[in-house]
């Protein structure tokens, strides 16, 4: 059955070949810091479940001094310049979407296979990793379509990935520290103190104040975790079961889903959420790693307060 | 007595973002210190911290699209894209953006959430398409237009698939309320949940697209 581990082999592989690639990469001047820190990640794709848990913790460790002390840098070699490209976008036209969109097509088409036809019962693939084994079929099929019909060097998707890569940099390893470091904060007993500390500032005899309460909780709980799916069990245990539900006599229903919702609006303000604000940061080359999170708190505002009168309106007086 | 000492790992974070340290380093110390003053031993905290590292280390396989990715920017995929915006009439940022928060919404109220992500369409396809339209609209635009516009298409990327996805019935967030409510009792069922995450995306829509609008009333005013 195709799972997880094959996936890590893949992604491994990839890490591996950044690694070398940047070590050979004259123009970067902190190319060993690049190769150690792409390499240790490919010992971790590899060989994380032999490791024990104290030795990735100083694998974690090792990857945290390499970044901390600046030790990652870019090469400035570029394989075709901005005037090359025109050319190429010229000569093969909008042909070039088609080896874009295998990607998204294979996870399209491969989804629905996987959901309605009997593909799911004959445990080809682990259902848990379908997204990932799909994405990971989508770029192989991207990769032969792009050698078939371009014929580029057979070395140059590894060293057009490897520009790509050390744009992001350290960004690309802090969504899983993040979830780290939720598990130390889940272990630490951070979740029940923040629970505790909102029941005990819970008003009494005014429900709007205590939905306000609850997705604000939300807001702020996620906005420290991360992630609203750490907030939500807290919360919900904290506020929304004893008070809103029990006490005031709410919508189950609307208070799980919406208030799961408001939570999301703390996703969109966050540097914790790592891989929704801060990656795309670093993968647009943007100047401010905190652009994405400006252009979304208007938005996500503006959401929960919407949210909190679908609470209310909903929850309460439907 | 509850004990409030753990709290500080969280100040930290905080303070260290806020102060703009590496974020790996402040998130590393912001959990030896939670652990610490969680009353775990120190190898105990280290061992925590490897192991919620290598089981999440699914976050980090995305990465492995970059390869398909660079190597179309090598044959002109971002030219393509803006070519292709430049040659519509009538494309403007805001509609382009608008256009790929519907698509974004229906396909994650539908389940297909990762066919479309900052690293499979915003960087090679959304974001250029978004600043060609930009300078069709505007001339010429500064780093700092160009900056607001890349970060606006991530932004709509990000909006679509949270108030989005949650219509969607088999889906993580979904099956935790249910799970979560399941466990004091209360019985849900995913649709009763799912229908109740529809007012917000429609909301959403509304909100945000309303936005998008306005972006291209700035962009369109000094041509």
């Keep these: ?318 | 007595m509850i004990d409030y000492w753990p709290l500080l790992g969280i100040a930290l974070v905080v303070v260290g973002f806020a102060l703009r340290f590496n974020p790996l380093l402040v998130v590393a110390l912001a959990a030896i210190v939670t652990g610490l003053l969680g009353h775990m031993p120190f190898l105990k905290v280290l061992a925590t911290l490897g192991h919620g590292f290598n089981e999440s280390r699914y976050v980090t396989i995305i990465y492995i699209i970059l390869p398909v990715i660079g190597l179309l920017e090598r044959y002109g995929l971002q030219q393509r894209a803006r070519a292709l915006i430049a040659g519509i009439r009538g494309a403007t940022t805001g509609r382009l953006l608008i256009v790929y928060l519907a698509f974004r919404q229906v396909l994650s109220a539908l389940g297909l959430t990762s066919v479309a992500g900052h690293a499979q369409t915003v960087r090679p396809l959304v974001a250029p398409m978004a600043l060609a339209a930009a300078e069709k609209q505007h001339g010429t635009i500064d780093e700092e237009t160009a900056e607001r516009v890349k970060a606006m298409a991530a932004a709509t990327d990000n909006v679509g698939l949270f108030f989005g996805e949650d219509i969607f019935l088999a889906i993580a967030s979904i099956l935790l309320i249910q799970g979560s409510m399941a466990s004091f009792g209360i019985q849900l069922t995913p649709f009763q949940l799912s229908v109740w995450a529809i007012p917000t995306a429609i909301c959403a829509f509304i909100i945000h697209g309303t936005r998008l609008l306005l972006l291209d009333r700035r962009l369109g005013q000094h041509k």
């Excluded at chain 1, 989804?111 to 379908?130: C, E, Q, R, S």
């Excluded at chain 1, 070395?155 to 993040?178: C, K, Y």
């Excluded at chain 1, 245990?237 to 229903?253: Q, T």
Aim: charge should be neutral; glycine fraction near 12%; include cysteine.
């Design chain 1, 1 to 318: 059955m195709i799972n997880l581990h094959w996936l890590y082999v893949l992604a491994g592989a990839v890490f591996a070949s950044f690694a070398i690639g940047s070590a050979r990469d004259a123009t970067n001047p902190k190319r060993l810091g690049n190769a150690a820190f792409w390499g240790l990640l490919a010992i971790s794709f590899w060989f994380g479940d032999s490791l024990g848990d104290i030795g990735n913790g100083i694998l974690v460790l090792a990857l945290v001094a390499i970044a901390g002390a600046h030790l990652l840098g870019r090469g400035s070699g570029v394989s075709t310049d901005a005037d090359e490209r025109e050319d190429f976008s010229r000569r093969y036209g909008n042909k070039l979407f088609l080896p874009a969109l295998v990607i998204p097509f294979t996870a399209f088409v491969g989804t629905l296979l996987f959901n309605y036809t009997p593909l799911k019962g004959m445990g080809f693939i682990d259902p848990k990793a379908v997204t990932l084994v799909l994405l990971g079929l989508g770029v192989i099929l991207g990769l032969i379509a792009c050698h078939v019909w371009l014929r580029p060097p057979l070395t140059a998707p590894l060293e057009e990935g490897r520009r790509l890569m050390d744009s992001i940099g350290w960004a690309a390893v802090l969504p899983q520290m993040l979830a780290a470091l939720g598990a130390v904060f889940a272990a630490a007993g951070v979740g029940t103190t923040i629970g505790a500390l909102a029941a005990a500032i819970i008003p009494h005899g005014s429900v709007f104040l205590a939905v306000l309460l609850y997705a604000f909780g939300m807001v702020i709980f996620t906005m420290i975790m991360g992630n609203a799916f750490a907030a939500f069990p807290v919360m919900i245990a904290a506020i929304g079961i004893p008070i809103l539900i029990h006490a005031d006599g709410g919508n189950a229903a609307v208070i799980g889903a919406v208030g799961m919702l408001s939570g999301f609006c703390g996703t969109l303000m966050t540097p914790m959420a790592a891989n929704f604000n801060i990656v795309p940061a670093a993968l647009l080359e943007l100047k401010n790693q905190y652009a994405v999170i400006r252009a979304q708190v208007p938005t996500a505002l503006a959401m929960l307060a919407a949210n909190i009168a679908i609470l209310y309106i909903a929850g309460f007086r439907l």
